[in-house]
């Protein structure tokens, strides 16, 4: 495993587009750049939407109304973030696919994105689904609850990236 | 003596701990993304708005009301974060080019939302649906906008003239 995670990053590293992303001074500040202003698009899109959720903005909006205005923000960005992430990675390989904390933050891309979907289909059905029941008032709760802290641990494990290097 | 402000602010028990501590720095950069992605989308919200992009069936008001509270609470703790990681290494920071372009364009920003409330914004009360807002209220929207993204691009380019990870 870690011999051909090792394979990948050297041929990754060598191929002439990685030269290229290292060599050009201003690519990696600037993809960089694009990527923290589309993690902007979705942690305020999840902001918003959740604060909702759990009754503290945008009252006088159906949560359907909420999630509708602005998820697609969330949605859209991932995209952009998947392409200057994977620029970012053939760059330099090595520094993110062997920090242990870039696959701690795949897994939690994962988990954000399925919490945020669980919040968003039934809405799309019935804009106030989530506040029609006690149980869907609770739910409903925790899922925000949990969608704002996977976000947030997101955003702090793509910064902590750049710390926790591999061997 | 801005030179002295500088030593003293590099020398304080707060910034030798960040300075010396193994992850302090990276922490509270962690919490400065965090607040500063806030501030940039939250006031993109209000500049799509004023722009006539987005929300295009909500009034302006009820707009700022929905990001204002968010951008604030996330600019002061941008803000504080920030003079945590600036007094770290003091005067390595202040002598950095995109820091001093980075303080100067917050500064152009602040100005452009004085010059909202004051000027440009005036009447916004009265911007309900559907929206064809001003001129004024556009150039200020476009002009913060365009402000921030060049605010983030500083910012991270910091990171870069200067000898931390990145």
């Given amino acids: 495993m870690s011999n051909r995670l090792d394979?990948?990053?050297s041929w990754l590293a060598a191929t002439p587009v990685s030269h290229t992303i290292t060599s050009v001074a201003w690519i990696i500040p600037t993809v960089q750049t694009m990527h923290i202003l589309a993690v902007a698009a979705v942690i305020t899109a999840a902001l918003v939407v959740n604060l909702r959720f759990l009754g503290v903005g945008a009252r006088e909006?159906?949560?359907g109304s909420v999630t509708r205005r602005y998820l697609p923000w969330l949605w859209w960005s991932l995209p952009v973030l998947f392409v200057t992430g994977l620029t970012?990675?053939?760059?330099e390989p090595a520094r993110v696919l062997k920090s242990p904390v870039f696959l701690l933050k795949m897994g939690l891309l994962i988990a954000a994105a399925s919490v945020t979907l669980v919040c968003q289909i039934p809405l799309q059905r019935e804009a106030d689904f989530w506040s029609l029941?006690?149980?869907?008032?609770?739910?409903?709760?925790?899922?925000?609850?949990?969608?704002?802290?996977?976000?947030?641990?997101?955003?702090?494990?793509?910064?902590?990236i750049a710390y926790v290097q591999g061997d | 003596m801005l030179q002295m402000f500088l030593q003293f602010l590099h020398d304080?028990?707060?910034?030798?701990?960040?300075?010396?501590?193994?992850?302090?720095?990276?922490?509270?950069e962690c919490i400065h993304v965090l607040a500063l992605t806030l501030v940039i989308g939250s006031i993109a919200i209000v500049d799509l708005r004023l722009i006539g992009l987005t929300s295009r069936d909500r009034?302006?008001?009820?707009?700022?009301?929905?990001?204002?509270?968010?951008?604030?609470?996330?600019?002061?703790?941008?803000?504080?974060?920030?003079?945590?990681l600036f007094s770290s290494n003091a005067t390595v920071y202040a002598h950095n080019s995109f820091f001093?372009?980075?303080?100067?364009?917050?500064?152009?920003?602040?100005?452009?939302?004085?010059?909202?409330?004051?000027?440009?914004?005036?009447?916004?009360?009265?911007?309900?649906?559907?929206?064809?807002?001003?001129?004024?209220?556009?150039?200020?929207?476009g002009l913060s906008l365009g402000l921030w993204i060049a605010i983030a691009v500083c910012g991270r380019w910091i990171g870069f003239t200067i000898s931390t990870p990145t």
């Fill in chain 1, 61 to 63: 909006l159906a949560m």
């Fill in chain 1, 133 to 160: 029941k006690k149980w869907r008032r609770r739910a409903v709760w925790f899922l925000a609850t949990a969608s704002l802290s996977l976000w947030t641990a997101i955003i702090f494990a793509g910064r902590w």
């Fill in chain 1, 88 to 91: 970012l990675i053939v760059g």
């Fill in chain 1, 7 to 9: 394979a990948l990053c």
């Fill in chain 2, 100 to 141: 001093q372009l980075k303080v100067a364009l917050i500064a152009l920003a602040g100005l452009n939302m004085v010059a909202y409330h004051l000027v440009l914004g005036r009447g916004a009360a009265g911007w309900h649906t559907p929206a064809q807002t001003p001129w004024r209220a556009r150039l200020a929207g």
């Fill in chain 2, 12 to 28: 304080s028990a707060i910034a030798t701990a960040i300075r010396e501590g193994e992850s302090l720095f990276p922490w509270i």
């Fill in chain 2, 59 to 84: 009034s302006v008001t009820q707009t700022t009301a929905l990001a204002l509270p968010v951008t604030w609470t996330a600019f002061v703790v941008a803000a504080l974060t920030g003079g945590l």
